[in-house]
């Protein structure tokens, strides 16, 4: 009991006050990408936030590409990726990921964001928007790669 103590005192005594805060109010959100593209052509994304870069994820058809990671309150931490398709032709960059999407869009209660990436466009599951998914962006067409 006295080791044990001693041990959470030492550790409470050394962090700063901020660090004790942030430890108590952090939350484990996620980003889902989900390929639901045709044609069987690889889609490439690259993603990053302002202090994390994720590098290039190649995906086929219904790949999954997601990833956790923590915000505490008061945090505001943006993912944006850049999405290729047919060699360049089409790409985008987007948004995946802020408090304001998590707030209008994204299922709060999971802490989750979770994207479609169709031929037409990009959709976001949604808790309002008249349905399941939610159309949030166009392709950019690319006329010369």
Known sequence: MGIKFLFI???FSILPS???VIAVDRYVY???IIDNLPYNVPLVIHCKSSDRDRGNETL???DDYNWEFFMGDGQRVSYSCHFWWLKG???????????DLIKN????????????VKEDGFYLYSKRGGGPFYKMADWD????V
């Open 60 to 62: 086929k058809f219904s």
């Open 105 to 116: 869009y994204c299922v709060e209660s999971s802490h989750a964001c979770g994207w479609v």
């Open 141 to 144: 067409i690319k006329e010369s």
């Open 18 to 20: 901020e660090a004790r």
């Open 89 to 99: 032709r089409k790409q985008k960059e987007l948004v995946v990921f802020d408090v």
């Open 9 to 11: 005192f030492l550790v």
């Open 30 to 32: 996620s980003v889902h």
